[in-house]
């Protein structure tokens, strides 16, 4: 592992230095092993280990990339050890989620474009008068996503999606069990449109705080 790992860190400062960039292609394997003082075998366990991490892409046959080290793509990975989490951590999700939801609502508010906004009323509105449990809760997704987005900030905004889906059941579990969840999630969702259409930071940040720590409170009485 730690011939590995110097491997790794030897393609690191590769990508670092500039000597490759996203998009380029790795020297053939045999050249780029004799370059960096490395076995094959090394070089290999290396790459493999930055594929699993969206570092490197290798195609079969044509070589071995550097992929677009775009947050999104990286963050792939966080979302793959979150999907991991023990139903006991659900809490210290919540608690992230009230955090940086309400930074990214603020921002949105400032940042969002007029198309955009109408984006997310239509989101807002595509939810039906009676909606099952899992249309709200996908409803719900889309709209918090879209806010995210429109913060302008790619990496705020993969952390977000990335503490979905731990929280993605708990959510389920409120809409099926706490009366008026439904009403609630609607009247909350429109006050956070209006702030942002209102181009009003600080009171859309308000609202999501209180809409994300509506259910977090909800799921600290349920867990008791």
């Given at each position: 592992?730690?011939?590995?790992?110097?491997?790794?860190?030897?393609?690191?400062?590769?990508?670092?230095?500039?000597?490759?960039?996203?998009?380029?292609?790795?020297?053939?394997?045999?050249?780029?092993?004799?370059?960096?003082?490395?076995?094959?075998?090394?070089?290999?366990?290396?790459?493999?280990?930055?594929?699993?991490?969206?570092?490197?892409?290798?195609?079969?046959?044509?070589?071995?990339?550097?992929?677009?080290?775009?947050?999104?793509?990286?963050?792939?990975?966080?979302?793959?050890?979150?999907?991991?989490?023990?139903?006991?951590?659900?809490?210290?999700?919540?608690?992230?989620?009230?955090?940086?939801?309400?930074?990214?609502?603020?921002?949105?508010?400032?940042?969002?474009?007029?198309?955009?906004?109408?984006?997310?009323?239509?989101?807002?509105?595509?939810?039906?008068?009676?909606?099952?449990?899992?249309?709200?809760?996908?409803?719900?997704?889309?709209?918090?996503?879209?806010?995210?987005?429109?913060?302008?900030?790619?990496?705020?905004?993969?952390?977000?999606?990335?503490?979905?889906?731990?929280?993605?059941?708990?959510r389920i579990w409120r809409g099926l069990t706490q009366e008026g969840a439904l009403a609630k999630t609607r009247e909350q969702h429109t006050a956070i449109y209006e702030a942002i259409a209102?181009?009003?930071?600080?009171?859309?940040?308000?609202?999501?705080?209180?809409?994300?720590?509506?259910?977090?409170?909800?799921?600290?009485?349920?867990?008791?």
């Amino acid at each position: 592992m730690a011939v590995t790992d110097a491997a790794i860190d030897k393609i690191k400062q590769m990508i670092l230095s500039g000597e490759v960039a996203p998009g380029d292609r790795l020297p053939k394997e045999a050249d780029l092993a004799e370059r960096l003082g490395l076995s094959r075998n090394s070089l290999r366990e290396a790459v493999r280990a930055l594929a699993l991490i969206n570092v490197l892409d290798v195609r079969q046959g044509d070589g071995t990339y550097v992929t677009s080290l775009e947050p999104r793509l990286l963050l792939d990975t966080m979302s793959f050890v979150l999907d991991l989490h023990r139903d006991d951590t659900v809490l210290q999700f919540f608690e992230v989620r009230r955090i940086l939801e309400p930074a990214a609502t603020a921002m949105a508010a400032e940042l969002m474009t007029d198309d955009d906004i109408d984006e997310l009323r239509v989101i807002l509105e595509s939810l039906p008068e009676e909606p099952t449990i899992e249309e709200l809760v996908a409803n719900d997704l889309r709209f918090h996503q879209r806010i995210a987005l429109g913060s302008g900030n790619s990496v705020l905004c993969s952390f977000i999606e990335s503490l979905s889906g731990p929280t993605t059941r708990a959510r389920i579990w409120r809409g099926l069990t706490q009366e008026g969840a439904l009403a609630k999630t609607r009247e909350q969702h429109t006050a956070i449109y209006e702030a942002i259409a209102a181009r009003q930071g600080e009171v859309a940040r308000a609202w999501a705080t209180v809409h994300v720590a509506g259910v977090e409170s909800w799921l600290r009485k349920a867990l008791d």
